[in-house]
């Protein structure tokens, strides 16, 4: 299964749209990424990892989420984080992290929801 836009990719009625396109996604990621670097909790899972190669799949990961022009596969989400043994309460860090950068990014409380909600819809696939 892919991530579905909620109208024709990159369309105006989107939250990719709406919030900037590529440009303010990349912004969100990288701010996110800072937030999440510092944590004590799931910091730890980044060590050694190639952070442009990362902000790249996840600006296009959260892209999809909000209507932009770009997919991700179920099974590729699946594989990414197969290795990685992310527990329930990383999880929970990581997304009350993009909840708060979502906010400083001014999206509302429902587009966070939206984004958030999605999110959690691929749980399975991320925890292991």
Request: cysteine-free.
């Given at each position: 299964m892919m991530v579905a836009a909620t109208a024709p990719h990159?369309?105006?009625d989107t939250l990719f749209a709406r919030y900037g396109g590529f440009a303010k996604i990349r912004s969100i990621v990288m701010d996110f990424y800072e937030r999440v670097l510092d944590n004590d909790l799931v910091g730890g899972h980044f060590d050694g990892i190639d952070?442009?190669?990362?902000?790249?799949?996840?600006?296009?990961?959260?892209?999809a989420l909000t209507g932009g022009p770009a997919d991700i596969s179920d099974e590729r989400l699946a594989r990414a984080h197969r290795h990685l043994r992310v527990r329930h309460d990383e999880f929970d860090e990581l997304v009350t992290l993009l909840s708060a950068t979502l906010e400083a990014a001014g999206f509302t409380p429902a587009d966070r929801a939206k984004v958030l909600g999605a999110i959690e819809a691929r749980r399975s696939l991320i925890v292991d």
């Open positions: 990159g369309g105006a952070m442009v190669r990362l902000i790249d799949h996840q600006t296009k990961f959260i892209a």
